[in-house]
């Protein structure tokens, strides 16, 4: 079974730059999460979506940070524009369905803002 | 005080040592608990969920304690390959599905030959 994709891998941008982020969940799974991991910490939640509605973003600075999952499927996360302190992994994770399942991480986007 | 808190080590332990640490929680209306591991530059993965009577996976035993609000890994018989970043995280369960999860910082483990 193919894991959460991401990509791209590794992205270095300017402060005030624009970035995107792709996600592509596990084959049938409904809920979706994106985390900002900063190093030195644990992952931080962004937002969940369950199919392509947001169920929870209340820890997502939208004066800069957008995300959406239009076809349920695939998701995107843009910042806009970036800072310094956004230089992190973002993770996307997704799981089967809402409720304590197990979720599965991809292996991250690493941005770095100079 | 943070919602989830790790000692963040690192713990060295020389191999075949048994290890523990525990990770405290600030919200008592939390629903479920985990452990991940995190290998350097890798994503975390689910080591155990942990329940309220407390489970066992082989060397892996994890336990919760509502009462004082924490959770505990113990790890027998430690490998070369136990060497990890082990992740606590917290569940919520928010109104309207939202189970996100509130990690810790993770602790650091060192096995030493």
């Known amino acids: 079974e193919a894991g959460v994709a991401q990509s791209p891998r590794y992205k270095i941008i300017e402060k005030r730059q624009s970035v995107a982020f792709w996600c592509n969940p596990i084959?049938?799974?409904?809920?979706l999460y994106w985390y900002q991991q900063i190093l030195g910490q644990g992952p931080k939640l962004l937002i969940q979506f369950q199919n392509n509605g947001v169920v929870d973003d209340s820890q997502l600075p939208k004066d800069r940070f957008s995300a959406e999952r239009l076809k349920g499927v695939d998701s995107t996360l843009k910042i806009q524009p970036a800072k310094l302190e956004d230089s992190a992994v973002y993770l996307c994770?997704?799981?089967?369905?809402?409720?304590?399942?197990?979720?599965?991480f991809g292996q991250g986007t690493r941005l770095t803002v100079v | 005080r943070k919602e989830v808190e790790q000692d963040p080590g690192p713990f060295n332990v020389p191999e075949g040592a048994t290890v523990a640490f525990n990770c405290t929680y600030s919200n008592s209306a939390s629903q479920s608990f985990f452990w991940y591991r995190q290998d350097c530059r890798k994503e975390p993965k689910l080591l155990m969920s942990v329940y309220s009577s407390g489970n066992e996976d082989g060397r892996f035993t994890a336990q919760l304690n509502r009462a004082s609000q924490y959770i505990s890994l113990l790890i027998r018989d430690s490998k070369l390959s136990d060497s990890a970043t082990y992740l606590c995280a917290v569940n919520l369960g928010g109104g309207g599905g939202a189970d996100g999860l509130t990690f810790g910082k993770g602790t650091h483990l060192i096995i030493q030959p």
């Open positions: 084959s049938g799974h409904a809920t």
């Open positions: 994770a997704s799981s089967e369905q809402q409720g304590y399942t197990e979720a599965f």
